[in-house]
């Protein structure tokens, strides 16, 4: 049975790469391959299961860090106009400041 999937010669010919991989499972005696196919698919959804929790913790922690940081930055305002400054500072740090 041919999959007439060939691309010229030299090119990908999937009916010869799927009789290999028959071939193999016969010559090896893998009495049921797609077993094996299956435990490296779990192990990858594990794995990746694995990366979107460790993403998702990362995302939350960035989330709090920012939130934190919007909070000390508004702390920070409101001492600005709680805290006289000297006129020399005010000055030198703020040239365009006007009273």
Known sequence: ??????????????????????????????????KIIFRELNTTIKNLNHEITVRKKLEHEKEESIVKLKKALEDIKTLE???????????????????
């Not at 193999?24 to 893998?30: M, R």
């Not at 000297?86 to 703020?94: G, T």
Request: proline content about 8%.
């Open 81 to 99: 106009g709680l805290v006289p400054i000297c006129p020399d500072c005010m000055m030198k740090h703020y040239p365009d400041y006007t009273d």
């Open 1 to 34: 049975m041919s999959l007439g999937l060939e691309l010229g010669r030299g090119g990908l010919c999937l009916h010869r790469e799927i009789n290999f991989i028959y071939k193999a499972i016969v010559k090896t005696g893998i009495k049921e391959p797609y």
